[in-house]
């Protein structure tokens, strides 16, 4: 069974897009124009010249038979598209290529009338190239050193495309040991861009000075003194030139415990101290404009003409000075003198039954046994007094006491009055018991007496002789 070789291929817009580089020897075909390339291993896609098997172009006869100086040239070549021609063209005389490396070039070398091979030199110039060579090794062209599979442009020549570089590579400057610079639209260009949108672009170096018209930080939290040590962040802030000269600025305080605060138009600093604080606070701002008011700038009772409540009041500003007279409040926050003559305490005194006066204190007070009577204790009090006893009488031996025109009769009261019976005689009644024949009285509480009717056997009323019987 017969195989089947297929090539690598694609359209010519995917494999520009893609930019592969292809091995050596490995052949690239573009589907959509029949064009091929064939890889060095080294080159990118869209820097590799199509294959052809047409006759050389007049430029390409010139870079070998020397027809033109190298000033003139528009096209240069790889060495191994030169090696390739070398191949093809082995009979031209000017051409002495020896030894050949990937990285070099030709040029046309007055003194023998022959295109050598050679490094790239220093010192090529208005050199307008459609096509930049790729290096395969660390090689210096002018004051550049190239990296490996880095796109280089020469010294003084104009690009119309773009560079491209193997991912992982770039643009550096040779380490000399002392301080390498790599200016990058240093002399003519008006815009750098560096990144593309969406892209990230990382500054790995200190950036020493930076120019912006307009910058623009997603970046919700910025970190100034990343990586410092411990307690470096001393000074620490954002500043602002005028003139080449620091005119304000925000920054840390020296002992770090707040903020200096520095404005362009005023010549001192504010000083902004947290030292007292043991937790976090909240400040909030009022909903007025005005200017803040430090400790400082609150005046003192004293030098307002104040006098603390806590001390005797010795005088009232508003009050027009009147002998004996007294401060007296008239309405909320409102005084007024007032002269009326007033006693005082010491010039009072009490004469009066049951009634006690303390002239330090101001306070009456009643005697001991005296009280001061309600409305109706008082009615009570008029009526006994207007009944009160001046004679007593023993009119009488029983009968109630009677009180009436100022006499209290209390009866001499004797047992005979009182329906008693001496203690010495027989009992012939008995008050309260209503008579029943034949009853006896009975005790049936303590002082309680009562009629008991009950029907009792007396002794005589047993005849006969009670024979007790056990079983």
């Known amino acids: ?5 297929q090539i690598r291929r694609d359209t010519a817009a995917n494999w520009t897009a893609t930019d592969p580089i292809l091995a050596v020897g490995e052949i690239g ?3 959509n124009t029949g064009k091929l390339k064939i890889g060095d291993g080294l080159t990118i896609w869209s820097l590799i010249i199509y294959y052809s098997s047409a006759p050389l172009s007049t430029n390409q006869i010139d870079a070998i038979t020397g027809s033109n100086t190298p000033s003139s040239l528009n096209v240069f070549a790889t060495m191994l598209d030169i090696a390739g021609l070398v191949t093809t063209y082995a009979g031209l005389s000017d051409v002495n290529l020896t030894s050949l490396s990937n990285g070099e070039t030709v040029k046309y070398d007055s ?3 022959m295109w050598i091979n050679t ?3 220093s010192g090529i110039s208005g050199l307008t190239a459609t096509y930049i060579p790729v290096a395969t090794s660390s090689s210096t062209i002018g004051d550049s050193t190239l990296t490996v599979a880095a796109i280089v442009v020469v010294s003084g020549s104009t690009m119309t495309g773009d560079i ?3 991912a992982g590579k770039g643009i550096d400057t040779t380490a000399t040991g002392g301080t390498d610079i790599l200016n990058i639209g240093a002399t003519n260009a008006d815009v750098v861009n560096i990144g593309r ?21 997603t970046d919700k939290l910025i970190t100034l003194n990343s990586g410092g040590a411990v307690a470096s962040a001393s000074a620490t802030g954002f500043e602002i030139e005028e003139n080449a000269i620091i005119t304000g600025y925000i920054k840390t305080s020296a002992t770090r415990n707040g903020f200096e605060i520095l404005t362009p138009a005023i010549a001192y600093k504010a000083t902004l101290l947290f030292t007292s604080l043991t937790a976090d606070k909240i400040f909030t701002f009022p909903n ?3 200017t803040f008011a430090l400790l400082t700038d609150i005046p003192t009772l004293g030098s307002l003409g104040g006098q603390p409540l806590s001390t005797n009041l010795t005088s009232l500003s508003g009050l027009t000075y009147a002998s004996s007279s007294f401060v007296k409040m008239t309405g909320a926050n409102t005084f007024t003198l007032d002269t009326s003559a007033y006693i005082t305490l010491t010039a009072l005194s009490s004469s009066a039954t049951g009634l006690t006066y303390t002239n330090g204190t101001g306070v009456f007070s009643l005697t001991a046994l005296y009280v001061i009577p309600t409305t109706t204790e008082e009615s009570n009090w008029n009526t006994a007094y207007a009944n009160v006893i001046t004679t ?4 009488g031996s029983s009968g109630a006491a009677t009180l009436g025109s100022n006499t209290l009769n209390i009866p001499n009261y004797t047992l005979a009055g009182l329906s008693g019976q001496p203690l010495a005689t027989n009992l012939t009644s008995l008050s309260g018991l209503a008579y029943a024949s034949a009853s006896f009285v009975k005790m049936t509480a303590a002082g309680t007496f009562g009629l008991d009717t009950n029907v009792y056997l007396t002794g005589t009323d047993f005849s006969g002789l009670f024979l007790l019987m056990g079983a």
């Open 119 to 121: 490094s790239f030199p």
């Open 164 to 166: 491209l570089f193997t």
């Open 197 to 217: 949108s969406g892209g990230t672009v990382n500054i790995l170096g200190a950036v020493l000075n930076e120019y912006e018209t307009n910058a623009y930080v």
């Open 1 to 5: 069974m017969a195989s089947i070789i």
């Open 29 to 31: 075909y573009e589907t």
């Open 288 to 290: 007025n404009s005005g």
């Open 111 to 113: 003194g023998t009338g």
């Open 392 to 395: 007593f009488t023993t009119i």
